[in-house]
């Protein structure tokens, strides 16, 4: 059983930058699609980005469109959630996800395992 473990959360003012990572153990997730969901404190998880296994499609919420760049690097096993322009409504904790699947990548329920999360934390 595969196992996420995300990284690179911090505290940041707004309009800066950070960089998440996600890797898993256990096995390689070159086969799966990937993704990130947030949650805020009394919030239900809400979907981020997502990317194919291969890398060809790559999803956004309109929320963080032109700003956050979602890619895996095959070679270190690793997915990425590039943050630029971070808004205090960045605030949460971000979870990165596989799926078995390559469909309905905007929705948590394609996703079978999940790291515990990352905070992030945007304020002045």
């Known amino acids: 059983q595969v196992q996420l473990v995300e990284s690179g959360g911090g505290l940041v003012q707004p309009g800066e930058s950070l960089r998440l990572s996600c890797v898993p153990s256990?096995?390689?997730?070159?086969?799966?699609?990937m993704g990130w969901f947030r949650q805020a404190p009394g919030k239900e998880r809400t979907f981020v980005a997502s990317?194919?296994?291969?890398?060809?499609?790559?999803y956004y919420h309109d929320s963080v469109k032109g700003r956050f760049t979602i890619s895996r690097d095959v070679g270190k096993n690793t997915l990425y959630l590039q943050m630029n322009s971070l808004k205090p409504d960045g605030t949460a904790v971000y979870y990165c996800?596989?799926?078995?699947?390559?469909?309905?990548?905007?929705?948590?329920?394609?996703?079978?395992?999940w790291g515990q999360g990352t905070r992030v934390t945007v304020s002045s």
């Open positions: 996800a596989g799926s078995t699947k390559n469909r309905n990548l905007k929705s948590s329920e394609a996703f079978d395992y």
């Open positions: 256990g096995r390689t997730f070159s086969g799966d699609a």
């Open positions: 990317i194919t296994c291969n890398s060809f499609l790559r």
